[in-house]
Nanobody, 126 residues
Framework: VQLQASGGGLVQAGGSLRLSCAASGGTFSSYVMGWFRQAPGKEREFVASVTWNSGSTDYADSVKGRFTISRDNAQNTVYLQMDSLKPEDTAVYYC????????????????????WGQGTLVTVSS
């Protein structure tokens, strides 16, 4: 599976961005899809995940109520709508696919995810 993330950019605090991640080369609906981020000098951290049918989602406490993950299996794409952005949201954002549970079990652990996109930079200015 190849993943291509896009949609990053520079935004002022309080603004919004929508990230997209297009998948190819696999059965998209059989994967849990997740978003992670990595700020300079910090470890990669979990942001959000969604099951194959969008029946369940999970969010890091730091983004709950501000970020929304969604997916369109017909378009093989997962999205991350980011609202009320804060400077501390500045990071490279990565999408990832986990096929270990056929898309049914959410996980926050990076090493469980099999495939990763190249990352897209989000910069939030104060």
């Amino acid at each position: 599976v190849q993943l291509q993330a896009s949609g990053g950019g520079l935004v002022q605090a309080g603004g919004s961005l929508r990230l997209s991640c297009a998948a190819s080369g696999g059965t998209f609906s059989s994967y849990v899809m997740g978003w992670f981020r990595q700020a300079p000098g910090k470890e990669r951290e979990f942001v959000a995940s969604v099951t194959w049918n969008s029946g369940s989602t999970d969010y890091a406490d730091s983004v709950k109520g501000r970020f929304t993950i969604s997916r369109d299996n017909a378009q093989n794409t997962v999205y991350l709508q980011m609202d009320s952005l804060k400077p501390e949201d500045t990071a490279v954002y990565y999408c990832a696919a986990d096929g270990s549970s056929f898309g049914m079990v959410l996980t926050t652990t990076p090493y469980v995810y099999d495939y990763w996109g190249q990352g897209t930079l989000v910069t939030v200015s104060s």
